[in-house]
């Protein structure tokens, strides 16, 4: 359990909040590259920490991130015009760049300066493996670009995508670091999926539905490891990274792409969960893709022209009782994104956390929260910048390895934690 | 018309959920290891828990015996009591301590079937090898084990734990 004031501090994210300011120290993914996929293309709305923004690419191909809304009257310029390296508000012909900063004011002289003295609040927005990314803190203190492994391989290695989740960013977060569901609520997609089947590793997760955890400290964030029973004593770990705030990778499979999420709160009641799958040392398959695409793996199909989930609270997350007592699915809802989502959202936007019964295998939920706290008050009370900023606590792997009994993960799979260029990743 | 899980998960809903305690407090046996981790363990012993009990097995220079544990106040404790009366064991002990009798007590967990959680503080974050003399005893019973870098994080677990 949390308290009620320690369970606001990690859910509210807005302006003037703890929780935003954690959140604002870091590059956080805010859209698809897809989405601005030209010159002058369309702006899109772009909702983050509770910050109504507007997203575009100039003329000259710039990115810029701006409040959503014309410093004039107030009007939405989502209606703007995308025009010679800025965006004019249809209303009178006000006319942003991509910093913000008001280039045309019609009604005024221009000898009157008066548009200099108008600028909007905007972050910067920066293209890097697919994803743009933003950063909303103190631009004194704006860091080096994110070194996950997912933004620096190859396009046709990796796969990215985002869906809405309506919930609290810490519920979704919390389904990635927690290892012990996959066994129950998954166990269906583990031998039909075409992103997970096949993989001996499977099969220690179905023959072992009590796994042993060890959570041990990283220093961006956390390394959970659980330990499975294999062949002649030998154990079979599983080993998710967390980093700070919200990056996960999922152990892999195989030799499947790997996959991970980033959870990045909308406001305090709905997030982005951007899923990627990415392969270290080759390209994805067309199948793999395809797949991908269909919904498959931690994927969904949208509603068209929108990256809501095509199964979702309104249609009962197309709930079939026929599939959950057949065994086809284990909780009556296809997929595994939206198996994770439809409970997660089933909590409520906010779940109050001071009404949960935790058991210790929660421990791995339990540490994240204990280290968010910590960094939370040592940013806000002391400035201390928070983990998982530098490359160094970016550039981790998740492993999945069969070790011996008397050999800690730590040791066996020390490598294989850490990105190595070109080098697969340990899977079994 | 709303759907149901689209009515069911409005802010408003939330409003109507069940305010009642849901839970009854687990007897949480907490026991030191060593003698860093009781000075912990003493700290801990002077808040206010529900249903937690604070034990020393760092007798400096003390086998493993039946009454190997301690209360806080040096009484000696019987080990299988301690151990049967409990719902879920903890441990805590610091990296680089020895944690060789721990089995014994792991071993009684196991065979009660008491789940045991092994919490070893690591605060300078040493060597592998002197980690391993810590952590080894517990890996082979222990439900759960956890490496915290500080100390505040066994509070804040067996606060977690409703303890």
Not at chain 1, 128 to 133: M, Q, T, Y
Request: aromatic share 8%; glycine share 8%; net charge neutral.
């Amino acid at each position: 359990m949390l308290r009620r004031e320690q369970n606001d501090l990690l859910t509210q994210t807005g302006p003037g909040t703890p929780g935003g300011a954690f959140f604002r120290s870091y590059w956080l993914p805010a859209l698809l590259a897809e989405e601005l996929p030209e010159n002058e293309c369309p702006p899109v709305r772009v909702k983050l920490l509770s910050e109504r923004l507007l997203a575009f690419r100039d003329t000259q191909g710039r990115y810029g991130l701006i409040d959503e809304f014309c410093a004039h009257r107030g009007v939405s310029l989502w209606f703007g015009r995308n025009e010679e390296n800025g965006l004019r508000c249809p209303y009178h012909g006000w006319k942003y760049d991509v910093t913000g900063q008001c280039i045309d004011v019609p009604s005024e002289l221009p000898e009157s300066g008066y548009c200099k003295r108008i600028k909007l609040k905007s972050y910067p927005l920066v293209e890097r493996g697919g994803i743009l990314w933003t950063y909303m803190g103190d631009a004194q203190k704006q860091p080096a670009l994110p070194e996950y492994e997912v933004a620096l391989v190859p396009p046709k290695q990796r796969f990215i995508a985002k869906r809405l989740q309506e919930c609290n960013w810490l519920q979704a977060l919390e389904g990635g670091i927690d290892s012990s569901h996959v066994s129950w609520l998954h166990r269906g997609e583990l031998n039909s999926d075409p992103l997970f089947k096949g993989a001996k590793g499977n099969q220690y997760n179905l023959n072992d539905a009590r796994p042993v955890f060890e959570v041990v400290e990283s220093p961006g964030g956390l390394y959970i490891g659980a330990r499975r029973n294999a062949e002649n004593g030998h154990y079979y770990w599983r080993i998710t990274p967390w980093v700070m705030p919200s990056f996960t990778m999922i152990p892999p499979r195989g030799n499947h792409p790997v996959h991970g999420h980033f959870w990045v709160p909308i406001d305090d009641h709905n997030c982005w969960t951007w899923s990627f799958d990415y392969h270290p040392q080759r390209a994805l398959t067309q199948a793999e893709v395809q797949a991908m695409r269909d919904g498959k793996g931690i994927y969904v199909q949208f509603v068209p022209g929108s990256y809501r989930p095509l199964a979702n609270k309104d249609n009962d997350y197309l709930m079939d009782r026929a599939a959950q007592r057949a065994g086809r699915t284990y909780s009556g809802v296809a997929g595994i994104a939206m198996q994770d989502a439809s409970l997660q959202e089933s909590m409520g936007p906010i779940v109050d956390r001071a009404k949960e019964n935790l058991v210790s295998t929660d421990n791995g939920i339990i540490m994240a929260r204990h280290r968010m706290l910590r960094a939370i008050k040592a940013l806000t009370e002391q400035g201390v910048t928070p983990p998982g900023i530098e490359a160094a606590h970016q550039r981790v792997r998740s492993a999945a390895v069969v070790l011996p009994p008397d050999q800690p993960f730590t040791d066996g799979a020390k490598e294989a934690l850490s990105v190595r260029e070109g080098v697969a990743h340990a899977t079994v | 018309m709303l759907s149901e899980c689209a009515r069911a998960t409005t802010p408003d809903e939330a409003r109507f959920r069940i305010d009642d305690a849901n839970s009854a407090p687990r007897r949480i046996k907490i026991v030191a290891l060593d003698q860093p981790a009781e000075r912990v363990v003493r700290r801990l012993a002077a808040g206010r828990w529900n249903a937690a009990t604070f034990i020393t097995a760092a007798k400096p220079g003390a086998a493993p015996a039946k009454d190997w544990l301690a209360d806080l106040a040096g009484h000696a404790l019987d080990l299988l009591d301690q151990v049967s009366t409990a719902d879920h064991v903890v441990t805590v002990s610091t990296a680089g301590e020895r944690a060789e009798d721990a089995a014994i007590l792991a071993e009684a967990c196991t065979a009660r079937r008491i789940m045991l959680t092994a919490l070893v503080i690591d605060p300078t974050a040493i060597a592998e090898p002197q980690l391993l003399r810590t952590v080894a005893p517990l890996r082979a019973h222990a439900s759960m084990l956890v490496v915290a870098k500080g100390e505040e994080y066994v509070e804040a677990m067996l606060t977690a734990l409703r303890a």
